[in-house]
């Protein structure tokens, strides 16, 4: 079975590296799928789901990804995300809370570098919700 190396880094340090056979990921242009021998590829994550599928189909990976880059090149899939959570570790009943407490937070800002900061928080919040819920 064909399959091709999927490796996951943040600024920190590697998170994951794993063989796949099928690699689903969300772009700033829209979704993807990689297989293996896929042509030399870069692309600007955005925040969503990835899903990683082991070569023989046993085995299916899902994660949530808050954005960052991805290269492909010679069978080597790597991304450097800027946040990578296991989709089942996604507490919808604390990411509405958090919600909620942002847009109260949000009302009472007036600085634009502030609410920045605070709509992009609120902006992972509601695409983790969407990530686990699809």
Same mark, same amino acid.
């Given at each position: 079975?064909?399959?091709?190396?999927?490796?996951?880094?943040?600024?920190?340090?590697?998170?994951?590296?794993?063989?796949?056979?099928?690699?689903?990921?969300?772009?700033?242009?829209?979704?993807?799928?990689?297989?293996?021998?896929?042509?030399?590829?870069?692309?600007?994550?955005?925040?969503? *789901?990835? @899903? !990683?599928?082991?070569?023989? /189909?046993?085995?299916?990976?899902?994660?949530?990804? $808050?954005?960052?880059?991805? #290269?492909?090149?010679?069978?080597?899939?790597?991304?450097?995300?800027?946040?990578?959570?296991?989709?089942?570790?996604?507490?919808?009943?604390?990411?509405?809370?958090?919600?909620?407490?942002?847009?109260?937070?949000?009302? *009472?800002? @007036? !600085?634009?570098?502030?609410? /920045?900061?605070?709509?992009?928080?609120?902006?992972? $919040?509601?695409?983790?919700? #969407?990530?686990?819920?699809?």
């Amino acid at each position: 079975m064909s399959s091709f190396n999927v490796s996951v880094v943040t600024q920190v340090k590697k998170i994951l590296e794993q063989e796949a056979g099928y690699l689903r990921l969300r772009t700033s242009e829209g979704d993807i799928g990689i297989l293996p021998n896929h042509a030399p590829f870069v692309a600007e994550l955005s925040m969503g *789901k990835m @899903e !990683i599928e082991s070569p023989n /189909k046993d085995r299916r990976d899902v994660y949530f990804l $808050s954005g960052g880059f991805l #290269e492909i090149s010679n069978n080597q899939a790597t991304i450097i995300a800027d946040e990578i959570l296991p989709i089942e570790e996604i507490d919808i009943e604390n990411e509405q809370t958090q919600i909620e407490e942002l847009k109260k937070e949000l009302e *009472k800002l @007036e !600085i634009d570098e502030e609410k /920045k900061k605070i709509q992009k928080k609120l902006k992972i $919040s509601l695409a983790k919700i #969407e990530a686990k819920n699809n």
